[in-house]
């Protein structure tokens, strides 16, 4: 069930999911709607999914709270770039909201919007959960 992508090298590889089941329907929704070049940024955000909610044992790294003016921002930045702008609207289109946070956070994790990424997970029910 893996997707297969290029590799901006052009090298034929696999793109797949965290090898954790929590995130399995996170990724069969994206499966085929991501550009292959945005491999990298999906995995990411899958990863991020799964990681946000630690379920047991020690934290090793010290949270680090999403200030929302920072995401805010870079939101609106995302919005005027000419390189999102087109693509931002298109998504915004997207009638199921979870695919949309999805691809949103993707995209915004590709071109280096890291807070009005997490801003875009943090609206998504965790991965795994029921």
Do not use: F
């Amino acid at each position: 069930m893996a997707l297969m992508a290029l590799c901006s090298a052009g090298l034929a590889r696999e793109c797949r999911p965290p090898d954790d089941t929590r995130v399995t329907t996170y990724y069969q929704r994206l499966e085929g709607r991501v550009d292959p070049l945005r491999c990298d940024s999906l995995v990411t955000v899958l990863k991020k999914l799964v990681s946000r909610h630690r379920i047991g044992g020690r934290q090793l790294e010290p949270e680090q709270s999403l200030s929302p003016e920072r995401a805010a921002l870079e939101w609106q930045q995302a919005q005027q770039d000419p390189q999102l702008a087109g693509e931002l609207a298109q998504l915004s289109r997207e009638p199921d909201a979870v695919n949309r946070l999805l691809l949103e956070a993707v995209l915004l994790d590709a071109h280096g919007y890291y807070a009005a990424r997490d801003a875009r997970l943090l609206q998504l029910p965790p991965a795994g959960g029921r």
